[in-house]
């Protein structure tokens, strides 16, 4: 070790009879190595080698620490142990190692003080490696935190000097000399904390002494930064929007609300509750989960109610004082084509005209649909191939109208099924029947079975009863349809007779009023009218030919040959004549007609029969041979009346 270290501070000798003081002060670092050199105590005492030998040169201690020795050769102080100035002074500022030199022949006493300086061997410590600081999120600005110092045993400059933070964000220091010179350090809350930002912080203290070099120490600081239910629960939706179909069933989900809270523990906890405030019917078709945030359907949904619903929800948090949110909810049903269509038809009237016009208003159909969109868009249908058809009037109305001419005789009376469709999926309809029923006008004229008739009467008829009965159809109905039967008028062959029929008005029965002869009369022809009561009448008219049918009422009558008296007729034929001689010919009439006229001869009795033949239909009477001398000459026939003719019945 070098000299300089060691300084020797000053001598004052005091010389007192025979005892000579005197004070010696060196000076040296702490820590020197043995033998290190303090001082030539010798030559500072002024002794020469041999003296110290030779007076008995001795270092005396107080406390026997032999710290330092003298070499007794050159009378050189040297460190003997270590000196560690700490451990010999602690934090006195001063330190010295003394001792007494003691020297004989004379005595003599020197007072040696040897100042022990520090050095800076020694670097700041702090008691914990780590420091746990607690520190509410809510702490304002300005707030300090007092730390723990640092110790450095070394004294003066040596000791702790400066502190130093890592760098951060929030956190300053700010140090403090105390009257006895030492430091303390504070931490300064700078920027306010946010425990949702950041939750722990990690710091490290330095404490530096002020030696040189410097020496320094290091400790943790881990802060805590405690929440404070500061944060509002926040709902991932401020609006939240959902479609769900209108038959959704009971505990259908319909969506999950979810808010977080940024809190800490029971600070972060949230509970969904519908607020106070919510609408009554909400409460009784929706349910919320308090802890899911499910929302469900609880009771029978109708779009036809309520097509849109708006809830509130509410996120709580569990911290003290507690902190809540609003969301709102937006529940949008879906139209199900739930609803037929409804028909109703108005002012109908029950019955309509047979000739009224097209176009006639029959009724007004209103349809309507309970369901929105394409659900409730209804069409409406008639049968086809009937004389109506539907026309669109304004606010979904209908009218019935005319489109073809009625007929009440075809078709008296309509159901018309009316079908009302919407457009939805599936298609729903509903029918509706009306009957129309169309009233009669008289538009039909009677009409006989037939344009006329041929009643054939045979004559010699009994008067008084019907002879024939004629028919007429109406088809119209009641008075239009009932008729009367009259006699229009006579058109006869002979003289004008009235009289001669009358026809029941009601039955149309003809009865013949006289006996009628054929011989007189062959045929009647009348006219019949038959009249509805429709107002006006409608009539038609038709002929009845009324035949008199001949009875064989009358007898032959010969007129020929002609009567020689009034029984007999005579004719002369000569004896020569040749057989085949054409006697006669008889010729009779008869006032009947047809069959009843159709005359045959005969020959009924004859004086001979055999000579004369007579043809039946020409009545020619020839002789068959030629006469005899024997025959009669006056052939006899039974009266030439008596040749019959004969009614050739069938
Ligand atoms: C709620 O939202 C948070 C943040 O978006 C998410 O981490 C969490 O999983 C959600 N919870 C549910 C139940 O969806
Ligand atoms: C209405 O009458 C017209 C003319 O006869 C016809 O063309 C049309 O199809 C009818 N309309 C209906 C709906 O029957
Ligand atoms: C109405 O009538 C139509 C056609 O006849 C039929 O298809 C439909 O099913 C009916 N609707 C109802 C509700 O009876
Ligand atoms: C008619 O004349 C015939 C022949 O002369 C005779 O036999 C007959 O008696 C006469 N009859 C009458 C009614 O006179």
Avoid at 94 to 107: H, K, M
Avoid at 409 to 419: G, R
Avoid at 462 to 469: L, R
Avoid at 472 to 492: C, F, G, I, M, Q
Wanted: glycine fraction near 6%; charge should be negative; charged fraction near 20%.
């Amino acid at each position: 070790m070098a000299t300089p270290l060691s300084r020797r501070l000053n001598f004052i000798f005091l010389i007192c009879g025979e005892l000579v003081l005197g004070q010696i002060r060196y000076s040296i670092p702490e820590e020197l190595e043995h033998g290190a050199f303090v001082g030539n105590i010798a030559e500072d005492l002024g002794l020469s080698i041999r003296e110290i030998t030779g007076r008995k040169f001795k270092l005396v201690y107080d406390d026997g620490m032999q710290l330092l020795k003298v070499n007794m050769g050159n009378g050189i102080l040297f460190v003997n142990h270590r000196i560690d100035r700490e451990f010999l002074c602690g934090q006195s500022s001063t330190c010295s190692v003394s001792f007494d030199v003691a020297l004989e022949n004379p005595l003599e006493m020197h007072r040696v003080d040897v100042e022990i300086l520090d050095i800076n061997d020694n670097s700041p410590s702090f008691a914990k490696s780590r420091y746990y600081l607690q520190v509410s999120e809510v702490t304002a600005a300005g707030a300090f935190f007092r730390l723990d110092s640092a110790q450095d045993p070394d004294v003066g400059i040596n000791s702790v000097n400066t502190y130093q933070i890592s760098t951060n964000k929030h956190f300053g220091l700010k140090t403090h000399t105390r009257n006895d010179g030492s430091k303390i350090a504070e931490l300064v809350l700078e920027t306010p904390l946010d425990r949702e930002k950041l939750s722990t912080i990690h710091l490290t203290l330095t404490a530096f002494d002020g030696g040189i070099p410097h020496r320094s120490g290091n400790a943790e600081i881990i802060i805590t930064v405690l929440d404070f239910n500061d944060n509002t629960p926040v709902f991932d939706h401020k609006i939240y929007s959902v479609n769900i179909m209108e038959n959704a069933p009971i505990g259908h989900l319909v969506l999950t609300i979810n808010a977080t809270d940024l809190d800490e523990g029971t600070n972060g906890e949230v509970k969904y509750i519908l607020p106070s405030d919510a609408n009554q019917r909400v409460q009784e078709l929706f349910s919320l989960d308090p802890i899911s945030g499910q929302i469900r359907v609880q009771g029978s949904l109708d779009y036809e109610e309520k097509s849109i619903y708006e809830l509130e929800v509410e996120a709580v948090d569990n911290g003290t004082p507690a902190l809540n949110a609003r969301a709102e909810i937006l529940v949008e049903l879906i139209d199900v084509n739930d609803n037929p269509p409804e028909l109703k038809v108005s002012s109908l009237s029950r019955k309509v005209r047979e000739d009224a016009a097209f176009g006639s208003v029959v009724a007004i159909i209103s349809v309507m649909d309970q369901d929105s969109g394409a659900n409730g868009q209804v069409q409406c249908q008639l049968p086809p191939n009937i004389p109506f058809k539907l026309q669109k009037s304004f606010n979904n109305k209908h009218k019935l109208v005319i489109n073809d001419t009625l007929d009440r005789e075809t078709t008296p009376y309509y159901n018309i099924c009316i079908s009302a469709w919407d457009a939805g999926s599936p298609r729903l309809s509903t029918n509706r029947t009306i009957l129309v029923s169309i009233s009669d006008i008289n538009d039909n004229v009677p009409r006989f079975t037939q344009a006329s008739y041929n009643v054939f009467l045979m004559e010699n008829n009994t008067p008084g009863a019907s002879i024939f009965a004629v028919t007429a159809l109406d088809p119209d109905l009641d008075k239009n349809s009932k008729l009367s039967y009259s006699l229009l008028e006579y058109r006869r062959e002979d003289v004008s007779r009235s009289g001669d029929v009358t026809v029941n008005s009601e039955t149309g029965h003809i009865y013949a009023l006289r006996s009628f002869d054929y011989e007189i009369r062959e045929k009647i022809q009348i006219k019949i009218q038959a009249q509805d009561a429709g107002i006006p009448p409608l009539s038609s008219t038709a002929i009845v030919n009324i035949v008199i049918l001949d009875q064989n009422d009358n007898v032959p009558v010969i007129v020929a040959p002609s009567k020689y008296n009034s029984s007999t007729a005579m004719e002369v034929v000569p004896m020569s004549a040749y057989p085949g001689y054409l006697v006669t010919k008889v010729i009779a009439t008869d006032t009947d007609s047809g069959q009843n006229a159709r005359l045959s001869y005969q020959l009924v009795e004859a004086t001979d029969r055999n000579l004369f033949r007579v043809g039946i239909m020409s009545g020619e009477m020839r002789t068959t041979r030629r006469f005899r001398d024997h025959d009669v000459p006056i052939q006899r026939f039974s009266s030439v009346a008596r040749f019959l003719a004969l009614e050739s019945v069938s």
